[in-house]
């Protein structure tokens, strides 16, 4: 931050930034000053020294005031994905209020998140799958999951995507009429269930596969506490 | 560089910050838990008008939301880095509005800031060195959002003066800031 005579006569940038952080700069001079800030790290490093210095007398001269509750739901709307979590009751019922719905559609897309996982490089000659499912996140394909014949099954990622930080995913396998039942957790990477992980009265076509995000160690009462929040039923694989 | 807010609530703030740079939204809301009341505060004594200072911190937590991984600890309090993002929301609102034209109620910001115990700050000391007529400019411009112009018909002050007042005070805030 050298000599910069544009800030006028005898004023130093870090006055300048002192006065854009008090609000003085305005319209053409604000614009200039931000526009300068962009090209000169010392000038943007002494607007954060005054923005951090004079912080307090903001945060000490005025009451705290209680915002109305909308204000929250405002913000919660625009941060929260497409698609909402939905409650355990409302999704299994959609699910199979539409089972043909979700075969036809569920074939497709199945098919082709196979294609991905199996070319998958690394990933060594696997067993054919007997299931497949796909976990969506609205209309969103998050993870693949292979059922083999023998019970044991493997969870792939199609992206990034990891739990909240200080959470863990827990897996859920969830037929009609009867509670879900947890079937280990999901890693942001490839996920390996043992053959005794998902009962065996469990593995077929139509079961769903859920995912909800809980404490480390899993839901504590040994059902899913929070919305699912990415799931698919299995399918068949015609063989 | 050091905090200026009581460490143990800005090492808070900062947690929920780092959080929310991982997309968890509970982080947010606990955030907004922490600090939108002192915001909403901030932009209410800014903009005098509840809507819009509603609005301009809603508009805050979504920026924090968006740009929390660009929070640098190194180069601030998470309360500083909150409280500028909230500000220039305000002073949008401000310069679109040409609001503060009717500057005939002058609040009596002296007795508005009562030094609390949070307030032993380094800022606190350092604004008590200075001339009582350049605190209280400096805060009308920060705490009220008013420019130039309105602090000098406010204090029926000549404009250059009102000027010469801040700049004279940001420069020895700044020695006093760094001794």
Redesign the interface.
Same mark, same amino acid.
């Given at each position: 931050m050298s000599d910069s005579p544009e800030f006028g006569e005898g &004023?130093?940038p +870090?006055?300048r930034a002192? +006065?854009y @952080?008090?609000?003085?700069l305005?319209?053409m001079e604000?614009a200039q000053f931000e526009a300068e800030m962009a090209r000169d790290p010392a000038l943007a490093?002494a607007v954060?020294?005054w #923005?951090?210095?004079?912080?307090?007398?903001?945060?000490?001269? @005025?009451? +705290?005031? $209680?915002?109305?509750p909308a $204000?929250?739901r $405002? &913000? #919660?709307a625009? &941060?929260?994905p497409a698609q909402p979590p939905l409650s355990w009751g409302d999704r299994v019922a959609a699910l199979w209020n539409n089972v043909g719905v979700w075969r036809g559609i569920g074939v497709l897309a199945i098919a082709a998140a196979l294609a991905l996982a199996i070319i998958r490089p690394g990933s060594g000659p696997a067993p054919q799958p007997s299931m497949v499912a796909l976990l969506n996140q609205g209309t969103k394909p998050l993870f693949t999951v292979s059922l083999r014949e023998n019970g044991s099954a493997q969870i792939l990622p199609l992206g990034h995507v990891?739990p909240?930080?200080?959470?863990v995913w827990q897996l859920w396998a969830v037929a009609k009429g009867v509670k879900p039942v947890p079937i280990g957790f999901l890693q942001s990477g490839p996920t390996n269930l043992s053959a005794g992980d998902i009962p065996a009265a469990l593995r077929k076509p139509g079961v769903l596969i859920a995912v909800t995000v809980e404490q480390p160690g899993g839901s504590p009462t040994g059902t899913p506490t929070m919305p699912i929040m990415f799931d698919g039923p299995l399918t068949s694989v015609q063989g | 560089?050091s905090?200026?807010?009581g460490t143990a609530e800005d090492v808070r703030l900062r947690a929920l910050l %780092?959080?929310c740079a *991982?997309? /968890? %939204?509970?982080?947010?809301?606990s955030l907004?838990d922490l600090a939108?009341? !002192?915001l909403? *505060?901030?932009a209410?004594?800014l903009l005098r008008n509840r809507p819009q200072a509603?609005d301009v911190?809603?508009e805050a937590?979504?920026q924090i939301?968006r740009n929390a991984d660009r929070f640098d600890a190194a180069? *601030? %309090?998470a309360? *500083?880095?909150m409280?500028?993002i909230l500000?220039y929301r305000a002073?949008d609102r401000?310069?679109a509005e040409k609001r503060h034209t009717g500057t005939d109620e002058l609040p009596d910001?002296a007795a508005?800031?009562?030094v %609390?115990v949070? /307030?032993q700050? =380094?800022? =606190?000391t350092c604004?008590g060195t200075l001339p009582e007529a350049w605190q209280r400019s400096? !805060?009308l411009?920060?705490?009220d959002?008013y420019?130039?112009t309105e602090i000098a018909e406010l204090t029926k002050t000549p404009l250059g003066t009102v000027k010469s007042w801040?700049?004279r005070g940001? =420069?020895s805030? !700044?020695r006093c800031?760094e001794a």
């Open positions: &004023i130093t +870090e006055q002192g +006065e @952080v008090l609000g003085l305005r319209g604000r490093r954060a020294f #923005e951090d210095r004079l912080a307090p007398l903001a945060w000490a001269a @005025v009451p +705290e005031i $209680m915002p109305s $204000m929250w $405002m &913000i #919660e625009s &941060i929260r990891a909240p930080a200080g959470k | 560089m905090t200026t807010l %780092s959080r *991982g997309r /968890d %939204s509970a982080a947010l809301r907004y939108a009341p !002192k909403l *505060g901030i209410l004594r509603e911190v809603q937590f979504l939301w180069r *601030g %309090s309360m *500083g880095w409280v500028a500000r002073l401000i310069e910001i508005e800031l009562p %609390s949070e /307030d700050s =380094a800022l =606190a604004l400096i !805060k411009a920060f705490v959002g420019s130039h801040i700049l940001l =420069a805030l !700044k800031l």
